[in-house]
């Protein structure tokens, strides 16, 4: 793989900038046919989970696709799986730049990027033009949220909207309530505002697979910052209104890790290598708090194939990565791959 080559290039550059270039580029590649002839050949590994069959455990988490703009560059690195979003019911523009800063000493990102997207519609019309997804065999999870400006006591409405409009779309779809940079989020997490939530979306979930005849699994993400008691309460939650798989985790609000560290005290969520020990955590727990109930996907964090052995081994049957791929490239994916074969 180039991307050692090109690295240093992008980190010269602003994080979004580089972002937006390396996407538009893998775009061109995916098209010319060049992406798939350098993806590494990867090891059989497929597993079955939520009723969908896997190709391997190794899946793009959410946050860097987050208008579904770029799926088949994408799938041509040889995922087992995409997630993209979060998406939100209305178009925004998330927060003020700059808003994603690198801390290369520590292998993060502290991003408060805030939900920025082109709205479902716009997003839904970028899904149905891909070609990988479930029409062709390839498992792609759509992430919803709520707007900024939706207050807690609606937000159920704007979660319902999304998942009306990606439901047909979707081979599973990911209920974002743990993002740290859209204010008052994360409240949702909390017992009551939870058993509304979750009640409201399952019984949507019921209707819409009567309508369409198609089951569409759903997952609940959730954050890295939460005590055992709180983790063991949203686990029997999510048992007891039979949702489909749980995601830990987002990005932490704790920064003690990289205290010290130039952008350390930049508002947002940090990911990468400091949160792989608290969110593994998160998944231990979990684990032992599900007692096999439902399947957990273990994200934050992973830089290694050793990393992405320790989350299976705390309990995840599947993992995701983004900060690793920033830090490492493609090649993180053919690592993880090997090890987890």
């Given at each position: 793989?180039?991307y050692?080559f090109f690295?240093p290039?992008?980190?010269?550059?602003d994080?979004e900038?580089?972002?937006d270039?390396?996407l538009?580029g893998?775009?061109?590649?995916?098209?010319?046919?060049?992406a798939?002839?350098?993806?590494?050949?990867?090891?059989?590994?497929?597993?079955?989970v939520m009723?969908?069959?896997?190709?391997?455990?190794?899946?793009?988490?959410?946050?860097?696709?987050?208008?579904a703009a770029?799926?088949d560059?994408?799938a041509?690195?040889g995922?087992?799986?995409?997630e993209?979003g979060?998406?939100?019911?209305?178009a925004?523009?998330?927060?003020?730049?700059p808003?994603?800063f690198r801390l290369?000493?520590?292998?993060?990102?502290?991003?408060?990027?805030?939900?920025?997207?082109?709205g479902?519609?716009?997003f839904?019309a970028?899904v149905?033009r891909?070609?990988?997804?479930?029409?062709?065999g390839g498992i792609?999870?759509?992430?919803?949220?709520r707007n900024?400006?939706?207050?807690?006591?609606?937000?159920?409405?704007?979660?319902?909207t999304?998942?009306?409009?990606?439901?047909?779309?979707a081979?599973?779809?990911t209920?974002?309530?743990s993002?740290?940079n859209?204010?008052?989020l994360?409240?949702?997490?909390?017992?009551?505002e939870?058993?509304?939530l979750?009640?409201?979306?399952?019984g949507?979930q019921?209707?819409?697979?009567?309508?369409h005849?198609?089951y569409?699994?759903?997952?609940?993400k959730?954050a890295?910052?939460?005590?055992?008691e709180?983790?063991?309460?949203i686990?029997?939650a999510l048992?007891r209104?039979?949702?489909?798989?749980v995601?830990?985790?987002?990005?932490?609000v704790d920064?003690?890790?990289?205290a010290?560290?130039a952008?350390?005290t930049?508002?947002?969520?940090l990911?990468?290598?400091?949160?792989?020990?608290?969110?593994?955590?998160?998944v231990r727990s979990?684990?032992?708090a599900?007692?096999?109930?439902?399947?957990?996907?273990?994200?934050g964090?992973?830089?290694s194939?050793?990393?992405a052995?320790e989350?299976?081994?705390?309990?995840?049957?599947?993992?995701q990565?983004?900060?690793?791929?920033?830090f490492?490239?493609?090649e993180?994916i053919a690592?993880?791959?090997?090890?987890?074969?």
């Amino acid at each position: 793989m180039l991307y050692p080559f090109f690295r240093p290039l992008l980190f010269a550059l602003d994080p979004e900038t580089a972002h937006d270039l390396t996407l538009a580029g893998l775009d061109a590649a995916a098209s010319l046919g060049v992406a798939q002839l350098a993806a590494p050949r990867l090891p059989p590994s497929s597993v079955e989970v939520m009723g969908l069959k896997f190709r391997n455990r190794i899946g793009l988490a959410a946050g860097l696709d987050k208008n579904a703009a770029h799926i088949d560059g994408l799938a041509a690195l040889g995922f087992g799986f995409i997630e993209c979003g979060t998406v939100t019911p209305r178009a925004q523009p998330g927060n003020p730049r700059p808003r994603l800063f690198r801390l290369p000493e520590a292998e993060a990102l502290i991003n408060r990027l805030g939900f920025n997207n082109g709205g479902v519609d716009a997003f839904v019309a970028n899904v149905r033009r891909a070609r990988f997804g479930p029409r062709n065999g390839g498992i792609l999870g759509l992430n919803i949220g709520r707007n900024f400006d939706t207050p807690n006591e609606r937000a159920f409405f704007d979660y319902v909207t999304c998942l009306r409009a990606v439901h047909g779309y979707a081979s599973y779809v990911t209920v974002n309530i743990s993002s740290p940079n859209t204010k008052g989020l994360r409240e949702l997490q909390g017992e009551g505002e939870l058993d509304l939530l979750l009640g409201g979306l399952k019984g949507e979930q019921k209707k819409l697979a009567q309508l369409h005849g198609k089951y569409t699994p759903l997952v609940v993400k959730i954050a890295p910052d939460l005590g055992e008691e709180d983790i063991g309460r949203i686990a029997r939650a999510l048992v007891r209104h039979r949702i489909d798989g749980v995601m830990a985790t987002n990005t932490t609000v704790d920064h003690a890790a990289v205290a010290g560290l130039a952008h350390a005290t930049e508002e947002g969520g940090l990911s990468g290598r400091p949160l792989k020990d608290k969110s593994t955590a998160v998944v231990r727990s979990l684990a032992l708090a599900l007692d096999g109930a439902l399947p957990i996907i273990g994200v934050g964090g992973i830089l290694s194939g050793a990393d992405a052995k320790e989350k299976i081994a705390a309990g995840a049957t599947l993992v995701q990565i983004y900060t690793g791929l920033i830090f490492k490239g493609p090649e993180l994916i053919a690592e993880i791959a090997r090890a987890l074969a």
